[in-house]
């Protein structure tokens, strides 16, 4: 136990004391900093109670346990191949999921799993026509329906889009959360993601096989001039544990990048961000056009108005293609737009009200034998 020092010479010995006790509270603090800044500090996240109902290689499929479902088309949660699924279910109260959940829906996710040197070759035809279609006829038969909801974020929207295109008879609804489809844009990562000259992912494909988690770490680049800020608001809030539970948890899912498979990287990469091939209708994958103009499902894209990694214009173009769609753009950015304090109350009740309207005209039919060989 501490005891206190004798006054020193000359001096009160109640500024003493008081000098004592300030440096004490100066060195605590110092040392709960280099805690909380080095990553030795998490909290847990992605805590809802889930169940794996289907596994195939790396990628895993998880129902959501719900107890009182009232809205009878359940929705596919599918992620990017570039971080961990648990952003759609970071924190009570930051969650996707527990937002969904609560409004009713049955809920399943996609988890692609962490690939290793095996899966260096799993390129679109792959994740598109094996995985995801795979995910989506386990969801079908697990919930005795013929068509779902499916909704993509990020680059996980991408490929939902894709897979639309090409298998738009299992979709009774799409929901497209910051992804990209025309990737033409002045932000800093489409000025250097379509210029080869910067960017040659295959060389990093036959360098590595699979891109490796460092390649992705230049996200953080992009928004290098707010740290000292975000930085400043931890120091100011050290002494607030809800912040620094909200603080954590999203460091803790930042700092989590996990590698990708070297094919679908290379060839992601070459079609959309170097020759924009999705959007011009020019993608194929297994020798089959993926026509985005296909999609005839109800379809509501959501866009944050400050995102910067998949800006709006990148993201809203894609009503060219489909003129029914409906668009919300919300004032966040890209992470912000799930796990937002604003989101979680104003965007997801608004997509789960929409989700609702669409029930009324898009009953999913019963699982039949025509739709199991899917």
Same mark, same amino acid.
């Given at each position: 136990?501490? /005891?206190?020092?004798?006054?020193?010479?000359?001096?009160?010995?109640?500024?003493?004391?008081?000098?004592?006790?300030?440096?004490?509270?100066?060195?605590?603090?110092?040392?709960?900093?280099?805690?909380?800044?080095?990553?030795?500090? /998490?909290?847990? #996240?992605?805590?809802?109670?889930?169940?794996? #109902?289907?596994? &195939?290689? &790396?990628?895993?499929?998880?129902?959501?346990? $719900?107890?009182?479902?009232?809205?009878? #088309?359940?929705?596919?949660? %599918?992620?990017?191949?570039?971080?961990?699924?648990?952003?759609?279910?970071?924190?009570?109260?930051?969650?996707?999921?527990?937002?969904?959940?609560?409004?009713?829906?049955?809920?399943?996710?996609?988890?692609?799993?962490?690939?290793?040197?095996?899966? $260096?070759?799993?390129?679109?035809?792959?994740?598109?026509? @094996?995985?995801?279609?795979?995910?989506? &006829?386990?969801?079908?038969? *697990?919930?005795?329906?013929?068509?779902?909801?499916?909704?993509?974020?990020?680059?996980?929207?991408?490929?939902?889009?894709?897979?639309?295109?090409?298998? =738009?008879?299992?979709?009774?609804?799409?929901? @497209?959360?910051?992804?990209?489809?025309?990737?033409?844009?002045?932000?800093?990562?489409?000025?250097?993601?379509?210029?080869? !000259?910067?960017?040659?992912?295959?060389?990093?494909?036959?360098?590595?096989?699979?891109?490796?988690?460092?390649?992705?770490?230049?996200?953080?680049?992009?928004?290098?001039?707010?740290? =000292?800020?975000?930085? *400043?608001?931890?120091?100011?809030?050290?002494?607030? =544990?809800?912040?620094?539970?909200?603080?954590?948890?999203?460091?803790?899912?930042?700092?989590?990048? %996990?590698?990708? =498979?070297?094919?679908?990287?290379?060839?992601?990469?070459?079609?959309?961000?170097?020759?924009?091939?999705?959007?011009?209708?020019?993608?194929?994958?297994?020798?089959?056009?993926?026509?985005?103009?296909?999609?005839?499902?109800? /379809?509501? %894209?959501?866009?944050?108005?400050?995102?910067?990694?998949?800006?709006?214009?990148?993201?809203?173009?894609? /009503?060219? @293609?489909?003129? *029914?769609?409906?668009? #919300?753009?919300?004032?966040? !950015?890209?992470?912000?737009?799930?796990?937002?304090?604003?989101? $979680?109350?104003?965007?997801?009740? $608004?997509?789960?009200?929409?989700?609702?309207?669409?029930?009324?005209?898009?009953?999913?039919?019963?699982?039949?034998?025509?739709?199991?060989?899917?």
């Amino acid at each position: 136990m501490a /005891t206190l020092p004798e006054a020193l010479p000359g001096c009160n010995p109640c500024a003493t004391v008081a000098v004592y006790f300030l440096s004490m509270k100066t060195v605590t603090r110092a040392l709960r900093w280099a805690s909380l800044t080095s990553g030795q500090e /998490t909290v847990p #996240i992605a805590t809802t109670p889930r169940q794996a #109902i289907y596994e &195939r290689d &790396r990628m895993v499929l998880y129902r959501y346990r $719900q107890e009182n479902p009232t809205q009878k #088309i359940p929705i596919l949660l %599918i992620y990017s191949l570039i971080n961990r699924p648990s952003v759609l279910d970071l924190r009570p109260g930051r969650s996707v999921v527990q937002n969904l959940l609560a409004q009713g829906f049955e809920v399943y996710l996609l988890d692609w799993g962490v690939p290793n040197a095996l899966d $260096q070759f799993f390129d679109l035809d792959a994740y598109v026509n @094996l995985l995801l279609r795979a995910a989506v &006829r386990e969801v079908c038969l *697990h919930a005795e329906v013929s068509r779902i909801t499916l909704l993509g974020y990020c680059m996980g929207g991408t490929l939902t889009g894709m897979y639309t295109a090409l298998h =738009p008879e299992r979709v009774a609804n799409l929901v @497209l959360l910051g992804a990209p489809f025309s990737f033409r844009s002045e932000q800093l990562l489409y000025r250097w993601g379509t210029d080869p !000259g910067v960017l040659d992912p295959q060389k990093v494909h036959e360098a590595f096989g699979n891109a490796p988690p460092w390649a992705f770490e230049g996200f953080s680049l992009l928004t290098l001039d707010s740290k =000292p800020a975000r930085l *400043h608001g931890l120091y100011q809030n050290m002494d607030d =544990p809800a912040f620094l539970e909200s603080y954590l948890a999203m460091e803790q899912w930042v700092s989590d990048n %996990i590698p990708m =498979p070297g094919a679908i990287y290379s060839e992601f990469i070459r079609t959309c961000f170097h020759e924009n091939r999705l959007f011009q209708g020019k993608l194929k994958i297994a020798g089959k056009a993926v026509n985005l103009s296909r999609i005839k499902c109800p /379809t509501l %894209i959501l866009a944050g108005e400050k995102d910067h990694l998949v800006p709006p214009e990148t993201t809203c173009r894609l /009503t060219e @293609l489909l003129p *029914h769609a409906q668009t #919300i753009v919300f004032p966040s !950015g890209h992470i912000g737009l799930s796990v937002s304090g604003g989101s $979680q109350k104003k965007l997801w009740p $608004q997509v789960g009200n929409w989700l609702s309207l669409q029930q009324s005209c898009n009953e999913p039919a019963l699982i039949s034998s025509q739709t199991t060989e899917d």
